[in-house]
């Protein structure tokens, strides 16, 4: 059973920083893309960052370009999204998806995991 469960939310103020990160088990394909979302009240699930199997390629939302970073440790499992200068537009609940294959998506619907999602809020 693929499980993928993110952590490090909170509440923070603007320009502050966080780390968020997303623990995967149960994934047995050889490759899969790693990406973060997010979902602000009464709006939709839109597109954050993605990063390839190997790490090579990544891919932001133009809000959060030079502000976030994608990376993943594929010996722990696990993938992260660095957060910098926090706005208070970055609320809302991130969570991490994953997709097989050799891609780097952007559309919620190619992705075939989903975690239960981390809450961020910026506020002053």
């Known amino acids: 059973q693929v499980q993928l469960v993110e952590s490090g939310g909170g509440s923070v103020l603007p320009g502050d920083s966080l780390r968020l990160s997303c623990g995967a088990s149960g994934l047995t394909a050889s490759s899969y893309a790693m990406a973060w979302f997010r979902q602000a009240p009464g709006k939709e699930k839109e597109f954050v960052a993605v990063?390839?199997?190997?790490?090579?390629?990544?891919y932001y939302e133009d809000s959060v370009e030079g502000r976030f970073t994608i990376s993943r440790d594929n010996a722990k499992n696990t993938a992260y999204l660095q957060m910098k200068n926090l706005k208070l537009e970055d609320t809302g609940v991130y969570f991490c998806?994953?997709?097989?294959?050799?891609?780097?998506?952007?559309?919620?619907?190619?992705?075939?995991?989903w975690g239960q999602g981390t809450q961020v809020t910026v506020s002053s």
């Open positions: 998806a994953a997709y097989l294959g050799v891609g780097i998506p952007h559309i919620p619907g190619d992705y075939h995991y």
């Open positions: 990063i390839n199997w190997r790490g090579a390629l990544t």
